[in-house]
């Protein structure tokens, strides 16, 4: 089998598909999302979000993600309201378009649409998009990644485009660890709203097949996300 690849923990997406025949889970065991001040945000927190995939031929995989259990807290002045429950499922197929096996580039093209399953979602709207991962192997094992994407988001006048575009540098700095950091922004085209983060993170390695995880999504604009998390990766 080729070398497990994931596209966790950052934000920019694997260009490597799963192995055909295989099954590989990529989860977050725990993951808080805060948005806004002290007096007035919002808080979710996801408990086991996972991301199952299996590998279809030799350049594709089927990826199911699953938000398994979500706690959400808004704070409006004086005023605190709690909700729980499952979340969103996301079905995503990702296509190596090259370097699966061989060679320092890779690319894939991965579509994807996302289903309002829960109760977090009030637009209650099918939302999607297409994902275009790269990967580029550089020296004194350092990696790198880019991504482009497009999505389409439902808002209150209806479906907006939103442009992600992403780079982050990886590289193994002692025995079974491996560190990123990363940035990325988001810009929705009619909303013209602007966002922008930096992330870091860090992975250990327990044997070919398993992988631990933890970092930080910062964001850096106004209304921008800032995120915590850890998980695991998990293949067999």
């Not at 085209?189 to 933890?214: E, H, M, P, T």
């Amino acid at each position: 089998m080729r070398g497990l690849e994931t596209d966790r923990p950052d934000i920019t997406e694997s260009a490597y598909s799963v192995d055909a025949g295989h099954f590989q889970i990529e989860t977050d065991l725990f993951k808080t999302v805060k948005n806004g001040t002290r007096s007035n945000y919002t808080r979710q927190n996801f408990y086991n979000l996972a991301n199952l995939k299996i590998g279809l031929n030799n350049h594709s995989d089927l990826q199911l993600v699953v938000e398994n259990y979500v706690t959400e807290t808004v704070r409006l002045g004086d005023q605190l309201s709690r909700t729980h429950g499952f979340g969103q499922l996301t079905l995503r197929y990702k296509y190596n378009l090259w370097g699966n096996d061989e060679g320092k580039t890779a690319l894939a093209v991965m579509p994807y649409l996302s289903f309002p399953t829960g109760k977090f979602v009030a637009h209650r709207s099918v939302e999607g998009g297409i994902i275009f991962p790269f990967a580029l192997a550089l020296n004194n094992d350092w990696g790198m990644g880019a991504q482009a994407q497009i999505d389409f988001i439902k808002t209150e006048s209806g479906y907006d485009q939103q442009l992600l575009n992403s780079i982050t540098f990886a590289r193994d700095f002692a025995k079974n660890w491996n560190a990123f950091i990363e940035s990325y922004y988001t810009y929705q085209l009619k909303a013209a709203v602007f966002n922008f983060s930096v992330n870091g993170g860090i992975s250990y390695s327990i044997s070919d097949d398993l992988k631990l995880d933890a970092g930080f999504n910062y964001g850096l604009t106004k209304n921008t996300d800032k995120v915590y998390f850890t998980g695991f990766s998990f293949r067999y």
